[in-house]
């Protein structure tokens, strides 16, 4: 069964292969033949990316992938409203209510993160920690959608899709200068215990990790109420889930291996696993069809019977990587995105140093189109200045040389001027005058004289006399 639908974009490359043969419409053939050959080759790809997959798939990822628990709430119950959803970039698992995404969409899935910043880590407003679910702000920084949640100024916009982040500057100055006591970094704006008399601060993603009580509920007055307790003061039966010291062991060591240089700045900490992690993982790399689907693809386009069969399926092969190429490794049949092994197909790519190397090669490019540019202006202004000299020599060689010649050209321009009618400006033809040449032996006009002129035929006045005399005695012969 041919799954691959022709779209107009196709259509359009199809006729443009086509014109080649130098053929004024397409035979129904090839069209059946290309979304053949589409199908075809697309589905040989997907089964030879699905071995590779499971290939290098453990028991120990298929079990991970199936107890993932939400990024945002930690949880990872699921219903049919509010499933788990992976993205298909940095495998991130979130619950749809919880991230904001009000419907699955067919095929593959992005985070904000790896929609708007695919190969470049971001660092969250209002923690230092980073990896997890990003939302944007309203002033396009970013946050943790778990921070954003928690901070008592910050709302989101949008509660459907969840963002953008909000309030950000309604921050007050206190709570920027709060120091948290699980990380001990004073970066951010911490939270803090829901007991009035505590004042212990903490990032809401330093209490995620370590497993602090973090509900939010509606209170008798059908008001949510977040409810955040440190490890002093958790309820009795959650102790036994904090694991404060582990995580501000793992906290404290992943910061004093920081640079310090870089620790308030990890913009460039593109050393960090975290970041890494939400690196682009789509392939950008040239895809090229295997051998052996060129060769089947020549097999099934056999009983098509089609002329230069071998030309066709070149072309087809060549068209289909440059699509997948556009569509970053996307399948272009539906259907194949629902498989469930499809959610990233990993690359090996230079991140962060193949972006700057690009960007440097960019800007040596710009730079030498810029002196190719100035050049081209210089020899331009030389080519005038050239031409300018040329006509100053070209008049300075006549008047010495023939220098009746501008006298000549001023009289003729001035008898010209008096013919209003133009009557002598072209020499005088048959068709003008029935038996012109029969009458008139020696004709003469304007434009012939202003040649002999430019041509430098006139050795003194009394040729150029003659000639205009000529012009009258003929005028006075023929009527």
């Not at 602090?212 to 409810?227: E, Q, T």
């Not at 000299?389 to 010495?400: D, G, M």
């Amino acid at each position: 069964q041919i799954e691959y639908d022709m779209d107009e974009e196709d259509r359009k490359w199809l006729n443009l292969f086509m014109s080649k043969k130098r053929t004024s419409s397409i035979d129904p053939r090839y069209l059946t033949a290309f979304e053949t050959l589409m199908d075809h080759i697309e589905k040989g790809w997907f089964e030879i990316q699905r071995q590779k997959k499971y290939e290098n798939l453990t028991i120990q990822d298929i079990q991970a992938k199936s107890d993932a628990c939400c990024e945002i709430c930690d949880k990872n119950d699921c219903e049919n409203s509010n499933c788990i959803v992976f993205c298909d970039g940095c495998d991130l698992a979130v619950h749809q209510m919880c991230y904001g995404v009000p419907f699955i969409p067919e095929g593959e899935w992005l985070c904000r993160k790896c929609m708007v910043s695919p190969s470049n880590p971001v660092s969250c407003l209002l923690c230092p920690n980073e990896g997890g679910a990003f939302k944007q702000t309203t002033n396009n920084k970013w946050a943790h959608v778990l921070c954003a949640d928690w901070v008592p100024e910050t709302s989101f916009v949008n509660l459907d899709t969840m963002e953008p982040i909000a309030n950000v500057d309604q921050i007050p100055k206190s709570r920027w200068k709060l120091l948290c006591y699980i990380c001990k970094q004073k970066q951010g704006a911490p939270i803090q215990c829901s007991i009035k008399s505590c004042t212990t601060a903490f990032h809401a993603t330093c209490a995620r990790e370590a497993k602090f009580y973090m509900k939010i509920k509606l209170n008798k007055y059908n008001v949510l109420d977040w409810k955040v307790f440190c490890h002093r003061h958790t309820p009795m039966k959650f102790k036994d889930k904090v694991i404060y010291d582990e995580a501000q062991k793992k906290l404290l060591e992943k910061f004093s291996t920081l640079p310090k240089q870089t620790k308030y700045k990890r913009k460039d900490s593109t050393a960090s696993k975290s970041a890494r992690a939400h690196q682009q993982s789509f392939s950008t790399e040239e895809i090229i069809v295997p051998s052996s689907l060129y060769k089947s693809s020549l097999q099934i386009i056999a009983s098509f019977n089609l002329t230069q069969p071998e030309w066709f399926v070149t072309g087809v092969c060549q068209y289909w990587s440059l699509k997948k190429q556009r569509y970053r490794g996307a399948y272009l049949i539906k259907r194949l995105h629902l498989e469930p092994w499809t959610a990233k197909i990993p690359t090996n790519l230079g991140g962060e140093q193949e972006h700057q190397s690009e960007h440097e090669s960019l800007l040596a490019k710009r730079t030498e189109l810029e002196r190719i540019l100035m050049l081209t202006e210089l020899i331009r202004k030389r080519e005038r200045v050239k031409a300018k000299l040329y006509r100053s020599i070209t008049q300075y060689w006549e008047a010495f040389f023939v220098p009746q010649k501008s006298l000549l050209l001023w009289a003729v321009s001035k008898l010209q001027r008096m013919d209003n009618m133009f009557l002598f400006a072209e020499p005088v033809t048959d068709e003008i005058a029935p038996l012109y040449s029969t009458i008139v032996k020696k004709p003469m006009d304007f434009s012939t004289i202003t040649n002999k002129i430019n041509s430098n035929c006139y050795f003194n006045i009394e040729d150029f006399k003659a000639d205009v005399t000529l012009i009258y005695d003929n005028c006075m012969t023929y009527n």
